[in-house]
């Protein structure tokens, strides 16, 4: 809980709370349903592989001023985060030292559980929701049968399967806690067969994946209207360059894949095609910091085959567009988990590069779309 | 019908008529309506104030190659526009010699009615739809009391009122022939309120105005992202680059106007509330030709207030998007005639800058809400 | 002395002092030239429309940061400006209330004389140079008699000449008090024959006009390099949004036009034939403040008659551009009185968009030979 | 001979002889100096992989339109190669069949040579100069003895050593024919010090290498003027995409380490201080064919440490700014062998991306030095 995108999201709730923050920038600020929590009661815990409290964190990652960490946000200086389970084959060029000493999977999946237990108990919360914010993890092979079925994945842990990965563990632990787990990385965690159909059996929320943010979501705004207007899309590059810890995570070569495995599919489902020529690059670059820059440039085919090109430069701040996501996905998770909706959650796929879904359909890219499944489901009781 | 969007649109029907386009860039392309004309069975007719063929007006334009005007569009060359009603006062920039000698406002209205029989009858269509193509013309004054009412408008056919400029000749004859009028230009043609009641008295179909092709386009297209993600627009700047014969007329500062009037509204609907920082600039640049190039700023403020940046560049073809516009205008427009569908034809927003409506309530502007209207129209019956 | 380019340089200097600046962005730090200033023994005075202390003038422009403020630059808080000649006619859009009480341009004249002659006193200052900084005036008429000799100038002086304007009596006061004289904005001032004549028969040195910051600086150095490749320039198109004063005061059409003047004559001299669609756009754009954008789309022609484009968009902040130039451009006036050079000091072509020239040549524009230029001027004692 | 640069750099002289052509994009088409070669006595010969006739290669191409091949450019039709040295291994995606079936290195140089000899006799040209307008190879281990002298090149050619690639056999050849040799490619060359000291010795001209077009040229035109004010370049990303055969070799990630070791160097020498965030990509991107897009984004820091950012978005033809920069740097070579200078020709570097150099000082990069010392060697007699 102690990156970017986490303590960003943490110090906006502190600032609501203490009146030095209005509700820019908050998707579902206006909606008003019964059972959504309100901004100023969610309250905060988590793991982090770094034991700096978040004041200290949030300072480093340079999104929040100093006036802004001292004012508004002053509450973060006494949060700390909970040990984390880290596995340094998991993610390379990320390391940290505040690590829960678990000797196997199962001890870990009890730590995890018995940290949530904690904070249930202590912070008094009417429900808890798990949000996994942490750095990218390597793409592990899906085709394993050890994260096929419930029953392959339980063994797994009993025998410390390499193939189970640290997001693994924290969304077994979640979901046979009873707490609905969504993933805002690209890590494969409650996206596997085993853990999705656990989710179903054990009737709790699971919802992901990887936060769409500034690319991704420009994308999937953009290309549903050339389909509309039967612009044939020949191409897309897309490149990025970023700053911040993501960043240093993605340049290790086996995290990215992870992070373009998520980007990549989007298009032909929007287009119903596939465009060959889908380039995505995403590139470290330290000038940057926390802000992030995408240029996309797309060669699009018109009314008697000629030829145009569209070019989009979004000078974004990572952390900005993604913390209010995650505020609002904990929400509806918990408004899910009040309306007794278990298993995956399609409504949230707006919030998501790579949504989830329930019955091996193909997901709904489209930003207009996923944004009225949200509305619907919002409103449907 | 001389114009670069006209023949565009003509030229590509008959490249489809002989095999030689496909429905690239045809929006409706895939929509299957009874009543909705085939592209095929189209044939068209209209007014200049240039006299030659349209084969030499369009390799003048550039649009279209040597190869593809002697090859696919080889009829073109045959086809000649009829002498047109012009009035200097109105359109600075663009002059020409093939007018109608008319003396007054009635007898332009009589020719142009006269016209329209003729070709209704040599045509042999099943029915007739007027399109508005021409040059830009400049704005008038809409508070005049002769353009408020049927009965002030028709007092002021009488006495060559000269507020009344030739695209609202046109759209009277139109109407009044029960010829459906549909308006692609900037210009004040069926849109004040003495022609909107007349086309509701007469049940005949009215739509319009300034096809909606680049620029404005994107906008309806990112505006309403930006809304549901509550990325607060500071401003937003656009400029556009084009150098072909509309760019000549706007580069009259009195039909410029006509042209952002159209531009300007667009934005406070979608966002719901004012942006000031609005500007819109159009320059005629030559060494574009018929390529037309916008640049978008877009200031924008998310969580926390912090600001950030999005940049769209569109290199387009003006003519290339606006011709199956044009296109599919007509043939929504007699499907709606074949429907005994007068008035303002509000389904045809998706298609216009400035989409007329029918009982005074803002028209909607955003893409996807628009793509909507019209396909629950087209599947209505 | 209270605008944005005059305070940030003014901290600069006073962050140089003080310990807390280094000195990025001051071309010529680099330099050992006998006679050339230090920075840090620069001292500052002059006028504003505005009466407030310089440290609250650098707040409201929102350059520097509060700390900046309150630590390296405090010196500003004790500065004050004296009262100004202003004249509404001249400036329209910006106004003040801290004005010299002149009932003539010949009590004008004496009071900034008697500003400088303390000035001079009071600071112990080896030489003074005074620099034009104010808003942009309007355009003058040129051809009139007055301006073209000395002799008809003092006359005008006499006659209170309304084609006097603020920046000429400022201009003349310097000069008749031997105090070398540079025009940092696109306003006429010691540019009028009378002027020109005036100060090479006083010996004392002038130089203008209007810092070469953003778009025109990129101009001169990309267009050699165009015309070196014999890549033929068909169009430039520029447009420019800002949002400081500097922008209000180019909001008046009057003085928009003053700074055209300025920015566009550059293309021609360095490309050796006239680029017929040269447009230059400036658009006054709040949510920039003193950021400020260009945005230029160059059309060019290359081998076979095969065309191409370049888009250059910098993402500047003007008075961070400006403020080391101005400092510069004191320090050279200096050495030049030193070395008892006066007239059109033209070896500072490279920091003007519009350099002064001595005998009536045209100017040179390109960037790299104006480099040239000032390197020998300094190097050749 | 087949490639895009070469094809189009023949059919330009060619076009020139038959008139259809002027001299745009020639960078020294105003050069009036004794001994250089008129553009119209130039005449080609040389080897492609590919055998067929240069018309038909330049038509797959599609630098030039069919209007062009078959006027102008007709006598490409009638140009066929000759057969060349291939190896896969050295550039593994580009294949061809048209290849001298020699056993061994030296086989191959006496093939070589052999055309080069017959080609002089045929083709009656005062002097013969080889440009390598090669499809880029793989980067050798530049460390190994084989290429540290003539004597261990020698040997290392009897031997057939597998580190001596097709790129220096021509190279060889081209030496001890007394035919200057030019290398407008990424490839190593006659840039390893066996064949640089060889060049020498015989008084042979070299020079390369890989022609500075589009990015590279624009780097090296802004960051000496970045220099020269002083402002800090904290990082440049560069990104291209590029669809023609060239970039289908540079898909192969050995061939692409060549392509950016001549990118990457250029800003250190320029700026005098290494930029630690410097990034090129370069993507094979197929819409675009020959067509190249370059995008920059360079961030950089000035006056108070405050930050600012550049981008540059050049849409340029790979070929069309290759071509004169190929036929510019014969008629240079052919110049300086009549004027008896031979080894390496440092005053060509103004045409390459990574200029050689004679005695192991760093190479000029700034553009405006380059294109100085050029002027000053063709001025010097």
């Not at 960490?69 to 509450?75: E, Q, V």
């Not at 911040?244 to 298009?267: E, F, H, I």
């Not at 919030?351 to 949200?374: S, Y």
Request: proline residues 5%; hydrophobic residues 45%.
């Amino acid at each position: 809980m102690g990156g970017a995108v986490a303590t960003t999201a943490i110090a906006g709730i502190e600032m609501i709370k203490s009146g030095a923050n209005r509700f820019d920038g908050l998707p579902l600020a206006d909606v008003a349903v019964p059972g959504l929590s309100h901004y100023r009661d969610l309250v905060f815990g988590g793991w982090d592989l770094n034991g700096e409290d978040l004041g200290s964190a949030a300072q480093e990652h340079g999104v929040l001023s100093r006036d802004e960490l001292n004012d508004g946000a002053s509450a973060l200086k006494s949060m700390r985060p909970w040990a984390a389970v880290g596995n340094e084959r998991f993610c390379r060029n990320i390391q940290g030292r505040h690590l829960i000493a678990a000797k196997s999977h199962r001890e870990a999946v009890e730590i995890i559980a018995a940290d949530l237990a904690r904070f249930r108990k202590e912070s008094d919360a009417e429900r808890v929701v798990m949000l996994n914010l942490a750095s990218t993890e390597v793409w592990p092979d899906l085709s394993l049968p050890v994260l096929a079925t419930v029953e392959a994945f339980e063994r797994g842990l009993d025998e410390n399967d390499p193939a189970i990965g640290p997001a693994m563990l924290y969304a077994y632990a979640a979901i046979t806690s009873g707490v609905p787990y969504a993933n805002f990385t690209p890590s494969v965690a409650a996206d596997v067969p085993a853990l999705i159909e656990l989710a179903k059996r054990r009737n709790v929320g699971v919802a992901g994946k990887d936060g769409k943010t500034g690319q991704t979501f420009m994308k999937t705004v953009i290309a549903p209207a050339l389909r509309a207007r039967s612009l044939h899309v020949d191409g897309w590059f897309s490149t990025n360059i970023l700053g911040n810890r993501d960043g240093l995570a993605l340049d290790d070569p086996a995290s990215l894949q992870s992070k373009l495995n998520t980007k990549g599919c989007v298009l032909e489902q929007i287009l119903g095609y596939p465009v060959e020529d889908h380039l995505v690059d995403i590139r470290y670059y330290r000038p940057r910091g926390d802000d992030k820059e995408a240029w996309d440039n797309i060669d699009i085919t018109g009314f008697l085959g000629k030829r145009m090109q569209i070019k989009v430069n979004f000078l974004c701040k990572d952390s900005i567009l993604a913390a209010p996501l995650a505020i609002e996905i904990a929400r509806v998770m918990g408004l899910a988990d009040r309306r007794g909706e278990g298993g995956v959650q399609e409504q949230l796929g707006v919030f998501f590069k790579a949504p989830m879904v329930a019955n091996g359909h193909p997901p709904e890219h489209a930003f207009h779309v996923q944004e009225q499944m949200l509305a619907d489901w919002l409103n449907k009781h």
